[in-house]
C-alpha cells in the first residue's frame, strides 16, 4: 500500500496577501475575515461574542452537571492498585506515596470529551439563534450584559483562586509551601507586582493601556515608525534573555541539592549509554525517555563531563526560547504583545520558581519535555503554507523520534500532530472526503511511527549490540498512572488552575468555530496546536496537582492569551470595542515584563552562582577525592557498583570514568524487580568491584549493607574514609564445626566465607525459637577495621531484640575490641583483643549472667528477673536489619540451652586457637 499525503487543501480559500499583510499591521484580524460577509461588523462582532460566551457557559453548566453524577456514583475501588504496588514497586525512601486517582482521571477525560463536542454543538446552536433573533438596543443590552459578566466571573473566579489557602500549605511538598501559605503567595511573593501591586495598578497599568490607546490613534505613518522602534527594542531583549538563559544553564558541577536531585535523574542514562549500555536493553530504562541516545554522538565528539551535557541541554533551551520568539514575531502583529508574550512564558513558566527557591534547571522540563512541543508549535505555522510530501511524511518520522526522546510529551506531541494533519482536513471539504482523510491520517502515523522505532532498534542493535524493548519505555508512566504513585489531590475549591482551563476551553471554541465554518486559517491551526497541547500538559497537573506543577501548562496558556489580544487589539482600533477584555488580558501579560526587569539582578547572578559555589566547595572536593579513589581502582568504562546518595550517582560514574554493570539507578528504581536483580547480582558477584559510601548511601530499606556485610571484605579505604572498596569473600572450604554441641542445641550454624547462608540469616530468614531460663550463647568471629558509619556503629554479631524482650551481642560504638551482651536494657561489656579470630561465650542461669572472652571469665551480673521470650526472628550480622551491621567474619554460632561448663568454654578457645594458626 502507497501511502500519500492528503491533496486538495483548497489553496484558493487561503489569505490573499493583501489580508496578510492587513493583518500584520493589526488593521484586519482572523474573526474581522470571517465576519465580512455579515453585513454590519459591529453588530456582527457582538453577536460572536454572545455565542461564544453562551457556548462555554452552558458546555461549562453540563460539565458541571456530569462532574456531580461522577462524584456521587463513581466510588472505585483502588484496593487492587494499592495492593499490586505493595507487591510490585518500592517506595524510594518515603519520598512519595500510591494514590490512584481514577476520580480525577474520569473527570479530565470527560471534561475534554463535553468541551469539544459541547462547544460544538452550542456554537452551532447559538449561531443560529442570535443572528436570527437579536438586533438593534436588544443586541447592545444583552452584549453589554454578557460582557460585564463575563469580566466579572474571570476577575472573580481568579481572585478567588489566589487567596485560597495553597492545597499544601498544611501537608507541605516543597519548602515553597511553608513561604506560600496562599496561592496568591506562592506564585508571587518576591515579585513586582507582589510588592508594588497599588503603584503598578493605578500607575503603570494605565499609562500601559493609554499607549495603545494612543498608538491605534495615530497616523499609519506614525505607527510604522513607533512599531518598527519596537521591534528592535523587542528584538534586543528577547535576545539578551535568550543568552541570559543559555549562560545561567550551563555549570561544571551542581551547586544546590535540588539541583543534584533533578540532574541526577537527567544526567544518570546519559552517563551510562555513553559509557556504552543502551537504554532498554537488560532493564535499563528511566523516567524521561531515551533521549541520552541522541545526545551520545554529541558527547563522543565533546567529551562526557557535567559542562558538556550542560551546554547541550542550555542549546536546546534557547533553541526553546527562540522558537517561541519566531512564533510570536510571525504569528502576533504587535510588538509590545510579543515582548509580553514572551516574558509572560519566561518569567511565570520558566525563572519565578529558579528565583525563589535554590537554583535548579531542571532539565526534565526545560528542554527535554518542551523541546519537541516548541517545534510543533512552530512548525504548525509553517507547515500551513508549505504542504508536500516530503514535509509531511518528514515530520511524522521527526516527531515519532520525538516519543523515543521523551515518551510522556513526545507522545502527546505526535497525537497533537495527527490531530493538527485531521484538524487541517476541514478546510471546505466535504464530510466524506474529511473521515476518509482523517483515516488516512492515522494509517499513515501509526505506519511511520513503527518504522520509526524499527529504524532507532536497528542502530542501537548495531552500535551497543542490543535491540531495544521498546515497551518498557512507558515502565514509568504505567508506575505514576496504574498506581498513583507520586499523585497528588486536585484541589478542592476556587484555584488558579481555573483561569488556566478558561483559557484552554476558549482555544478550543477558537478552533471549533473554524471547524464548524470549514473555514481554518494559519492562525486556526496555530491556536489548536496550543490548545491540545496545553489541555495534555494539563492532565500532567491533574494527577500531581502541586501548585508548582501548573506552571507546566503556562507556555500554551501565555501564548494563547497573547494571540487573543492580538485578536482584540486588532478590534479594538478597528470597531472600537472589546477594550475591557483586551485590558484585562493586557494587564495579565504584562506583569512578566516588569517582573521581569525588576528581578534583572537576581536572574542574571544565577549565571555565576558565586554564594553556593563557595557553600558547595569542600562537597566538591570530597566528590573529586572519591572519583579520584575509584578511578585509581578501575580501567575506563570498567563496569562497576557505586553506593551512594541516589542524588550523587550519575556524577560519580561520570567523574571516576566507570559505568553501571546494572541498571537503573536508584532515583529510577520503581519497580522491585529491579532492585531483586541488583541483590541477586550482589550475592552471586565474585569479581565486579563494590564502591560503597556509608555515610551518604541511603535506599528504602537495608538489603545492601546486609549483604555487604555478610559476604564483602573492604579491600582498601579512601583517605578521610567516605569510600569504601568491597570485594566479595573468596568461598572456602566446609569445615568441622570448632564448638562441640553440649545441652539441647537451638541453633548451631558455621557460615563457610563467601557462602549465601549468612545472608540469609542477616535478613532473619530464621524463625523464631524459645530459650528458657537457662541457655548459652558461643560465637566465633573477626571483625574488620573499616571507618565508622551510620551502618557500622554498634555491628550487632547476633541480636533479636525489640522493646521489651530479646537478646543481643553488640559491638560497643566503634571500638572493635570492646562487646556487650545485653537484655534489652541491661548487661555488661567484655573486651576482646585484636587477633585474627575471637571466641565469646555468654551464659543466662535463672537471672545471672556471665561473660567469657577468649576462653577466660570476663564478667556477670545478677539483672534479677527472667528472660522474655523475643517474637523478633533470629538476626546474624545486624539489628533486625535496621542497623548496627557488623562487618567481619562470624565463623560460627552456637546457641543452646543449658549452661555449657567453663572447662568446655577452655577448651573450644584452645582448639579454636590450634585449628586457626593452622
Not at 524521561?288 to 533551551?317: D, E, N
Not at 535478613?763 to 537457662?774: A, D, P, R, T
Amino acid at each position: 500500500m502507497k501511502f500519500k499525503p492528503i491533496k486538495n487543501y483548497n489553496r484558493n480559500l487561503r489569505i490573499s496577501q493583501k489580508g496578510k499583510q492587513k493583518q500584520a499591521a493589526g488593521v484586519k484580524t482572523k474573526v474581522g475575515k470571517v465576519l465580512k460577509a455579515e453585513g454590519d461588523l459591529s453588530g456582527a462582532y457582538r453577536k460572536e461574542f454572545l455565542v461564544w460566551f453562551l457556548s462555554i457557559l452552558v458546555s461549562t453548566l453540563i460539565y458541571l452537571a456530569c462532574a456531580r453524577l461522577i462524584l456521587a456514583f463513581y466510588h472505585p475501588d483502588i484496593t487492587a492498585a494499592l495492593e499490586y504496588a505493595k507487591q510490585n514497586f518500592n517506595i524510594v525512601y518515603g519520598m512519595f506515596d500510591f494514590e490512584p486517582e481514577p476520580i480525577e482521571s474520569i473527570l479530565f477525560l470527560s471534561g475534554a470529551f463535553i468541551y469539544f463536542f459541547g462547544l460544538i454543538a452550542c456554537y452551532w446552536l447559538f449561531s443560529g439563534i442570535i443572528k436570527k433573533m437579536l438586533a438593534g438596543k436588544a443586541l447592545n443590552v444583552y452584549f453589554t450584559a454578557a460582557n460585564i459578566t463575563g469580566i466579572l466571573l474571570v476577575v472573580v473566579i481568579g481572585w478567588l483562586g489566589l487567596i485560597a489557602q495553597n492545597p499544601f500549605a498544611d501537608h507541605v511538598q516543597n519548602i515553597h509551601d511553608e513561604t506560600g501559605k496562599l496561592n496568591l503567595d506562592f506564585y508571587f511573593i518576591g515579585t513586582f507586582i507582589y510588592d508594588h501591586f497599588l503603584f503598578y495598578f493605578f500607575v503603570v497599568f494605565p499609562l500601559l493601556v493609554l499607549l495603545f490607546f494612543w498608538m491605534s490613534g495615530q497616523s499609519e505613518k506614525k505607527a510604522e515608525n513607533f512599531t518598527r522602534i519596537t521591534r528592535y527594542f523587542v528584538l534586543i531583549f528577547c535576545t539578551s534573555v535568550i543568552i541570559i538563559v543559555f549562560f545561567i544553564s550551563i555549570f561544571r558541577f551542581p551547586y544546590t541539592f535540588q539541583n543534584f536531585f533533578d540532574t541526577n535523574i537527567v544526567y544518570y542514562s546519559v552517563v551510562q549509554v555513553f559509557r556504552g549500555s543502551p537504554m532498554l536493553v537488560d532493564n535499563f530504562k528511566n523516567t524521561y525517555g531515551l533521549y541520552p541516545h541522541f545526545l551520545a554522538p554529541i558527547l563522543k565528539i565533546t567529551g562526557l563531563s557535567m559542562l558538556s551535557f550542560t551546554t547541550i541541554m542550555a542549546f536546546l533551551l534557547t533553541l526553546c526560547f527562540g522558537m517561541l520568539y519566531y512564533l510570536l514575531v510571525k504569528i502576533v502583529s504587535n510588538p509590545l504583545l510579543v515582548l509580553f508574550g514572551f516574558t509572560s512564558v519566561f518569567f511565570m513558566a520558566y525563572m519565578y520558581v529558579r528565583l525563589i527557591l535554590p537554583y535548579d534547571p531542571c532539565f526534565a522540563i526545560w528542554p527535554i519535555r518542551w523541546v519537541f512541543p516548541f517545534m510543533l508549535m512552530v512548525f504548525s505555522y509553517v507547515y500551513y503554507e508549505n504542504r508536500n510530501r516530503l514535509i509531511y511524511y518528514g515530520s511524522m518520522a521527526l516527531f515519532a523520534l520525538g516519543i523515543l526522546w521523551n515518551p510522556d510529551f513526545g507522545l502527546l506531541t505526535y497525537m497533537v500532530l495527527i490531530a493538527f494533519f485531521c484538524y487541517l482536513e476541514f478546510d471546505a471539504k466535504p464530510t466524506k472526503v474529511i473521515l476518509k482523510n482523517i483515516v488516512l491520517h492515522c494509517i499513515t502515523a501509526l505506519f511511520i511511527g513503527f518504522a520509526s522505532f524499527m529504524m532507532f532498534g536497528a542502530l542501537v542493535k548495531i552500535f551497543y549490540g542490543g535491540f531495544p524493548a521498546f515497551a518498557e519505555i512507558f515502565t514509568t508512566l504505567r508506575v505514576h498512572a496504574l498506581v498513583g504513585y507520586g499523585m497528588l489531590p486536585m484541589p478542592v475549591g476556587f484555584h488558579p488552575y481555573m483561569l488556566v482551563v478558561i483559557v484552554l476551553v476558549t482555544g478550543i471554541l477558537y478552533s471549533a468555530r473554524a471547524m464548524v465554518r470549514r473555514r481554518i486559517t494559519q492562525r486556526d491551526a496555530v491556536v489548536f496546536v496550543l490548545t491540545i497541547s496545553g489541555a495534555g500538559a494539563f492532565e500532567y497537573y491533574v494527577g500531581r496537582s502541586h501548585n508548582w506543577n501548573l506552571c507546566i501548562v503556562f507556555p500554551t496558556v501565555f501564548l494563547l492569551l497573547t494571540i487573543f489580544a492580538d485578536d482584540l487589539a486588532g478590534l479594538m482600533k478597528s470597531r472600537k470595542i472589546f477594550t475591557p477584555i483586551f485590558s484585562l488580558i493586557l494587564f495579565i501579560l504584562s506583569i512578566s515584563f516588569f517582573q521581569t526587569v525588576y528581578a534583572f539582578k537576581e536572574i542574571t547572578s544565577l549565571m555565576f552562582e558565586n554564594e553556593n559555589k563557595e557553600t558547595m566547595r569542600p562537597f566538591r572536593e570530597k566528590m573529586s577525592r572519591s572519583a579520584d579513589f575509584i578511578r585509581s581502582r578501575t580501567r575506563e568504562n570498567e563496569p562497576v557498583l557505586i553506593f551512594m546518595n541516589n542524588e550523587h550517582q550519575s556524577l560519580m560514574y561520570g567523574l571516576s570514568g566507570t559505568k553501571a554493570i546494572l541498571n537503573p539507578g536508584f532515583n529510577e528504581l520503581f519497580l522491585k524487580a529491579d532492585y531483586k536483580r541488583i541483590l541477586d547480582f550482589l550475592i552471586k558477584n565474585d569479581s565486579v568491584k563494590i564502591f560503597f559510601d556509608p555515610e551518604s548511601y541511603r535506599f528504602y530499606d537495608k538489603s545492601i549493607p546486609a549483604i555487604l556485610s555478610s559476604c564483602y571484605y573492604a579491600e582498601s579505604v579512601e583517605q578521610g574514609g567516605d569510600m569504601i572498596l568491597f570485594k566479595k569473600k573468596t568461598p572456602g572450604p566446609r569445615q568441622d564445626l570448632f564448638l562441640k554441641e553440649s545441652g539441647e542445641v537451638v541453633l548451631h550454624e558455621q557460615f563457610p566465607l563467601g557462602s549465601g547462608k549468612r545472608i540469609r540469616y542477616s535478613m532473619g530468614e530464621k524463625s523464631k525459637f524459645l530459650l528458657g531460663q537457662q541457655f548459652s550463647v558461643q560465637v566465633i568471629f573477626m571483625p574488620q577495621d573499616i571507618p565508622a558509619s551510620r551502618y557500622s556503629k554498634y555491628g550487632a554479631i547476633i541480636s533479636n531484640i525489640n522493646d521489651s524482650s530479646g537478646f543481643m551481642i553488640q559491638q560497643h560504638d566503634t571500638n572493635r575490641t570492646s562487646f556487650l551482651f545485653a537484655l534489652k536494657d541491661k548487661g555488661f561489656i567484655i573486651h576482646v583483643s585484636p587477633n585474627p579470630v575471637n571466641y565469646l561465650a555468654f551464659t543466662f542461669n535463672n537471672g545471672v549472667l556471665k561473660g567469657y572472652s577468649n576462653g577466660k571469665f570476663s564478667a556477670d551480673l545478677d539483672l534479677g528477673k527472667k528472660y522474655i521470650e523475643s517474637n523478633e526472628p533470629l538476626y546474624i550480622g545486624n539489628v533486625n536489619m535496621k542497623g548496627g551491621f557488623f562487618f567481619g567474619d562470624i565463623y560460627e554460632v552456637n546457641i543452646s540451652k543449658g549452661i555449657i561448663p567453663d572447662q568446655e568454654i577452655v577448651a573450644n578457645w584452645e582448639n579454636i586457637q590450634t585449628r586457626f594458626k593452622k
